[in-house]
């Protein structure tokens, strides 16, 4: 929290507005996610944060080991009186920071138009971008889960099953591993991989066909994300792509260590992509940090001029799309190390045809 | 899409612009989330809708059966370029309305100071608030999945389980029952379950010590949401509050009909438990509507002065919690018909003891 409000003081920010979330988290130690009742954390950048937050929710920031001072509001009443509390207690005048998440619709229920609201997505993440050895091991530990999962699948997935019933088994498995929550868990079989989206449907995995899965995973709130891409029986065109992918990948995974930019690891992994005629195929970037939130810095795009640094954690993850026809994608989660990079689900194979 | 263009004309909006989730699910029939891409659905309140999203999941729309207009952005160029061809095909200007849960962080990606953006959820919640009989039947079919996973849990919880084991069982259960997502598995053991928040730890369910579940589930985007309160073994105390919020929960089931406000439903329980000295101990609302989203209109809210129309469809839920020690919640789903109230999720008993 201190690091927080140093952040702020030295933006000349008065404050950072948070919403529910990862950054709640991470500060309060405290889980909650957006829903419909109004729910903000205001740290000014000195003294106590003050938490307006329906009083359903509030009971755990009492226990925080960060003190809060708290303006609960109820459903009979709403928050307006909440809000008034707040402003007795922190000065909403000047210029504010505010987390990106926060829904307009919170926004109109507190500020009149005169509090001009900044984004402060970027020194927010800054701050949870390089992870400690705790963190570290539990970014370790739901990569573990999630792995052991996938070492699962060659005995999961059969032809004739739909994308909907290897997403249940492969969930239940994660769960049996000690997965603590699974946000998506996306099969794809065949042409459906060709748009990297996320539902599972009835679709049946085709013989000789492939597929791809999407999947992760929490523990503790840390998160696992893993993609490997499949073929039951042969195929040559997938073979093809896939090798290309794949040496893509393994190419973005070797450019990983301290002082390396974001945008030299995707280079790498696009420029493979692009000498084998793939560049137009691979339309997404090469990979996102992984944390407390499954999409955070270090975002690894193209002409990214981030620094990597020790502790930093992010998926590479470079496809190949073939329009109406079939998609590959293979991404591992890594750490940035002291001196290069610990690829932290490498106990999943990802060699073409692995799971035979 | 039509009726959602009416409603803007009738409210002098130029259009509403609406973030992914529950509402561009209704009007596109495409699931989408809020992520950290930019992605807003902009409806004006004649032609055709745009879309600005990121390339990875603009596909879907392109098979809608509506007709949109795509504005896709990738990773390596951002969204700014779509935004451009947006503002040729839409006229930004003048009152438009906005869907609370747009992130402030892709407002100010998009949209300069001068155009003001005015909070229309409550036009968008009046059109969805009431459902039509396909609507209803995937309600019906999620409850049936969750409440069938329900009768499980006396199977399931026995003295000395973690509450992660047994939400880990039970969603287990819901997921080998057909239920397609499960967004939070809420189980509180003890005086864990004084508090109404929701992440299953380690804590143990105690012989004679009450535990409370609260899970949903979705079939095609609807969702159900049933709370039951156990006890393993003999608890008197626990027992008399049981027995207080059940007569509040029946009383609360028997006041729904067409033309009661959702006021007097929350009344009906909120009166008996005050008749019970149990006022202080039911802090939140007696309900929320279900549909595409888990919360969403008729909230059943004290002084609530909606009247109940045949369709609506929300959760019935008082709740006494004695702080430190104990809380007690019983949910069911109803449904309001042309004559009165159908408890969907009527097939889980909820007299005391039934899990004997």
Same mark, same amino acid.
């Given at each position: 929290?201190?690091?927080?409000?140093?952040?702020?003081?030295?933006?000349?920010?008065?404050?950072?507005?948070?919403?529910?979330?990862?950054?709640?988290?991470?500060?309060?130690?405290? +889980?909650? +996610?957006?829903?419909?009742?109004?729910?903000?954390?205001?740290?000014?950048?000195?003294?106590? #944060?003050?938490?307006? #937050?329906? @009083?359903?929710?509030?009971?755990?920031?009492?226990?925080?080991?960060?003190?809060?001072?708290?303006?609960?509001?109820?459903?009979?009443?709403?928050?307006?009186?909440?809000?008034?509390?707040? *402003?007795?207690?922190?000065?909403?005048?000047?210029?504010?920071?505010?987390?990106?998440?926060?829904?307009?619709?919170?926004?109109?229920?507190?500020?009149?138009?005169?509090?001009?609201?900044?984004?402060?997505?970027?020194?927010?993440?800054?701050? *949870?971008?390089?992870?400690?050895?705790?963190?570290?091991?539990?970014?370790?530990?739901?990569?573990?889960?999630?792995?052991?999962?996938?070492?699962?699948?060659?005995?999961?997935?059969?032809?004739?099953?739909?994308?909907?019933?290897?997403?249940?088994?492969?969930?239940?498995?994660?769960?049996? @591993?000690?997965?603590?929550?699974?946000?998506?868990?996306?099969?794809?079989?065949?042409?459906?991989?060709?748009?990297?989206?996320?539902?599972?449907?009835?679709?049946?995995?085709?013989? @000789?066909?492939?597929?791809?899965?999407?999947?992760?995973?929490?523990?503790?709130?840390?998160?696992?994300?893993?993609?490997?891409?499949?073929?039951?029986?042969?195929?040559?065109?997938?073979?093809?792509?896939?090798?290309?992918?794949?040496?893509?990948?393994?190419?973005?995974?070797?450019?990983?260590?301290?002082?390396?930019?974001?945008?030299?690891?995707?280079?790498?992994?696009?420029?493979?992509?692009?000498?084998?005629?793939?560049?137009?195929?691979?339309?997404? *970037?090469?990979?996102?940090?992984?944390?407390?939130?499954?999409?955070?810095?270090?975002?690894?795009?193209?002409?990214? *001029?981030?620094?990597?640094?020790?502790?930093?954690?992010?998926?590479?993850?470079?496809?190949?799309?073939?329009?109406?026809?079939?998609?590959?994608?293979?991404?591992?989660?890594?750490?940035?190390? #002291?001196?290069?990079?610990?690829?932290?689900?490498?106990?999943?194979?990802?060699?073409?045809?692995?799971?035979?």
């Amino acid at each position: 929290m201190k690091k927080l409000q140093r952040a702020a003081a030295r933006e000349g920010l008065e404050g950072v507005v948070l919403a529910p979330g990862p950054n709640i988290r991470y500060y309060t130690n405290v +889980q909650s +996610q957006i829903l419909e009742r109004p729910f903000l954390l205001f740290v000014p950048r000195e003294g106590r #944060a003050n938490l307006v #937050a329906p @009083n359903l929710e509030a009971g755990p920031y009492t226990r925080s080991p960060v003190e809060i001072e708290i303006h609960a509001w109820d459903d009979s009443s709403g928050p307006t009186a909440a809000f008034a509390a707040l *402003r007795k207690d922190v000065r909403l005048e000047g210029r504010w920071g505010c987390e990106g998440r926060v829904p307009f619709g919170y926004l109109t229920r507190i500020f009149d138009k005169k509090l001009a609201l900044e984004p402060a997505d970027g020194l927010l993440e800054t701050i *949870r971008e390089t992870k400690d050895p705790g963190e570290i091991a539990l970014l370790k530990k739901a990569a573990k889960i999630l792995g052991e999962a996938y070492l699962k699948v060659p005995e999961i997935a059969k032809p004739g099953m739909s994308e909907q019933q290897v997403a249940k088994a492969l969930r239940e498995e994660i769960f049996a @591993n000690g997965g603590e929550t699974v946000d998506f868990c996306s099969v794809q079989a065949g042409k459906n991989a060709a748009d990297p989206h996320w539902a599972p449907s009835l679709a049946k995995l085709g013989k @000789n066909e492939e597929f791809l899965i999407d999947t992760c995973c929490t523990v503790s709130g840390y998160s696992a994300d893993i993609t490997r891409t499949f073929v039951l029986g042969k195929n040559e065109q997938v073979e093809g792509v896939y090798g290309d992918v794949l040496e893509a990948q393994k190419a973005a995974v070797g450019m990983v260590r301290p002082g390396a930019t974001t945008g030299e690891v995707d280079a790498a992994a696009r420029r493979i992509l692009e000498a084998h005629g793939r560049g137009e195929e691979f339309f997404h *970037r090469t990979g996102h940090g992984l944390g407390l939130d499954i999409h955070e810095e270090p975002y690894i795009v193209s002409g990214g *001029r981030k620094k990597l640094r020790p502790g930093m954690v992010f998926t590479v993850e470079p496809g190949a799309y073939v329009a109406g026809k079939f998609g590959v994608r293979i991404e591992d989660d890594v750490v940035v190390t #002291a001196s290069g990079v610990d690829v932290i689900t490498g106990m999943v194979p990802k060699e073409y045809g692995w799971w035979k």
